[in-house]
Nanobody, 112 residues
Framework: QVQLVESGGGLVQPGGSLKLSCAAS????????MNWYRQAPGKQREYVAG???????NYASSVKGRFTISRVNAKNTVYLQINSLKPEDTAVYYC??????WGQGTQVTVSS
């Protein structure tokens, strides 16, 4: 059974930073690309970032330059480092491979 558990969200002031984690199990993690998505209240879920099995990253234009995706295959974990947070980054953040269902996500709230 594929399982993805996001963590690391919280309340942070504008300009602050967070590092989100996604612990994966139930599939060959090192062979799969991994992706981060986010969904704000009342809005569609949107793509944020992705990373290839070999560690090549890709970013949505809205987050490029502020977000960094990385992975540690030995830990079956993908990370999302978020810097210079803006209020519009407020959302539930999800990780996903191509075959997994949506999990619970982790809430990021940016507010002063």
């Amino acid at each position: 059974q594929v399982q993805l558990v996001e963590s690391g969200g919280g309340l942070v002031q504008p300009g602050g930073s967070l590092k989100l984690s996604c612990a994966a199990s139930g599939f060959a993690f090192s062979m799969h690309a991994m992706n981060w998505y986010r969904q704000a209240p009342g809005k569609q879920r949107e793509y944020v970032a992705g990373i290839s099995p070999g560690g090549i990253p890709n970013y949505a234009s809205s987050v490029k330059g502020r977000f960094t995706i990385s992975r540690v295959n030995a830990k079956n974990t993908v990370y999302l480092q978020i810097n210079s947070l803006k209020p519009e980054d407020t959302a539930v953040y999800y990780c996903k491979n191509g075959a997994s269902a949506w999990g619970q996500g982790t809430q990021v709230t940016v507010s002063s």
